[in-house]
């Protein structure tokens, strides 16, 4: 899979790529990854990207031009195996499901929206879509585009290597994920519990499982709604709500 960041900021994204699994996963060629900075594809001698809003206000825009040339330089034939995507406050939420979606596409090129906003025909005439990576508002798009490319490329196979647990992950199951202990088996005090210490692994799956449960009924219970769930999960959750479990 390729992925392309387009960045006025390149040396955050080139930072991102050069480390830990992203870095080992774009050395060993199972990822391509590459910024393009659109100061480049600007035609004026000062190299402006950015401009006054029509209708007044304060702060600047970034201009469609320089954005529209640095994407048809990357990606001069756009197919059903290519997408580009904008990240903007303004976008759809991104989760688990979206990751798993985009990791389909053979080449992604994720445009970072402006501090202070980028021209709507970016996203009118040049994006697929539009992401927000969370109900907030950053200082620019380059860490919505890392969490991105971070995201997708987990679903890669051979990216994780021999730490491939994504089938694991909090979410991956629709539940978050149970908690988890390494050695010492006691710390300050505190005991890993005794089922995972016991070598059963029925027992261990099950504890798991019913861990994953009570965290997300405890902390994201709008997962459920949604999530594969056993009768017999469906009726513990019902003890609980009713405080007998
Ligand atoms: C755009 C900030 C517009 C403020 C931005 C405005 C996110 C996010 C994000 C740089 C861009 C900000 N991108 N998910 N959340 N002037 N990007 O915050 O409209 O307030 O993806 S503005």
Redesign the pocket.
Known sequence: MRIDIVSLFPELAEAFFAHSIIGRARAAGILDLAVTNPRDFSTDKHHHVDDTPYGGGS?MLMQAAPVYAAVEHILPVRTPHTRVIL?????VP?TQDTAKRLATYEHLVLV???????DQRVEDGLADET???????????EL?AMVITDAVARMIPGVLGAADSAGEDSFYTGLLEYPQYTKPAVFRGMAVPEVLLSGHHANIAAWRRRESLRRTWERRPELLARAPLTEDERRLLAAWEDGEA
């Open positions: 702060g990240t903007a406050p303004t976008g991104f970072c929206g402006h501090y202070e906003g980028i992401i927000s990576v969370g109900d907030y508002v950053l200082t620019g798009g919505p």
